[in-house]
């Protein structure tokens, strides 16, 4: 008993930490690859379920997991790039997501690099949160395409390689942006074990987005595993870059409360994904953490 109460743990902070690291194959900074991946996803982001011109893929190999999100954004390409091009700006993104407990932009030795603490569960103090240092890369800043990179070489129970990977851009002579959020993880034998842990237990009856078939009433059925983890990450962290885009035509003083009720809001409208808290919960909690952030933990 012992053992699987460590191994549900385990499974629960690679989980939680793979919402917070992300990126797929590496990319491959085009501008022209990612225009040509707009017009075949074009009927998709047209007919999209989520309300909005959006679609998510997922895929799972023996050791590493990836997800992908597409979106059109009703933002600028010069809004949506000088946003993301700062580490700090990053941290207020990730902060959001409801288990990111700290997120604080340093200079490192090898560059700007961001400090994170992951919990468990939403409630956990940070002190026992766990650590992770993303490097952070600037890829491309160009008129016509925008790239940025975070990347950390391993993380708890035998996972690694966490990547984050944000690509956009412009459409409609730049007054609209076509973003490519991007994340992966890898995993060994101790991590597999993990997440087999996760799925027979908190996690047997979490679902993605991807719809797998219908059911007797024709009702949508959804994918679930490893798959729908990575899924429910992803859109998290879509839903926080755009909430914090959102937040960005409100008065400086009101910012952090706006996209804090956005982040929330949206998340609200995929209850069977992504509910996890009332909102008093999580914005009380979120603006501890918003002026914890202000301060570089040792």
Request: proline letters at 6%; a positive charge.
């Amino acid at each position: 008993m012992r053992i699987l109460r460590a191994f549900r743990a385990a499974s629960l902070a690679a989980f939680a930490l793979a919402g917070a690291a992300m990126l797929p194959a590496p990319a491959a900074a085009d501008a022209g690859q990612l225009h040509a991946r707009h017009g075949q996803l074009r009927e998709q982001l047209r007919n999209s379920p989520f309300g909005s011109a959006m679609h998510i893929d997922s895929a799972e190999q023996p050791d590493t997991l990836r997800g992908d999100v597409y979106a059109v954004l009703d933002h600028s390409f010069a809004t949506v790039s000088q946003a993301l091009k700062d580490p700090a700006r990053w941290c207020d993104i990730l902060i959001l997501p409801f288990n990111t407990k700290y997120c604080h932009a340093v200079d490192g030795p090898n560059g700007p690099a961001l400090l994170v603490r992951i919990g468990r569960k939403y409630d956990q103090p940070v002190e026992q949160a766990f650590r992770l240092e993303f490097a952070y890369r600037s890829v491309a800043a160009r008129p016509d395409y925008f790239e940025s990179r975070l990347s950390a070489p391993s993380g708890p129970m035998g996972t690694r390689d966490y990547r984050i990977a944000v690509s956009a851009v412009p459409l409609d002579d730049g007054k609209r942006t076509f973003l490519q959020l991007s994340y992966a993880y890898g995993f060994g034998s101790l991590g597999r074990m993990a997440m087999q842990a996760y799925l027979g237990t908190v996690g047997a009856d979490k679902i993605g987005f991807t719809v797998t078939g219908r059911d007797g009433n024709g009702q949508p059925q959804f994918i679930g595993g490893v798959r729908g983890a990575v899924e429910r990450n992803a859109m998290r962290y879509y839903l926080a870059i755009d909430a914090y885009l959102d937040s960005l035509s409100a008065p400086a003083p009101k910012q952090v409360e706006e996209r804090i009720r956005r982040w929330f809001a949206a998340t609200e409208r995929f209850p069977q994904q992504l509910r996890e808290m009332p909102f008093p919960t999580y914005a009380t909690m979120k603006m501890v953490e918003h002026e914890r952030q202000q301060t570089l933990l040792q």
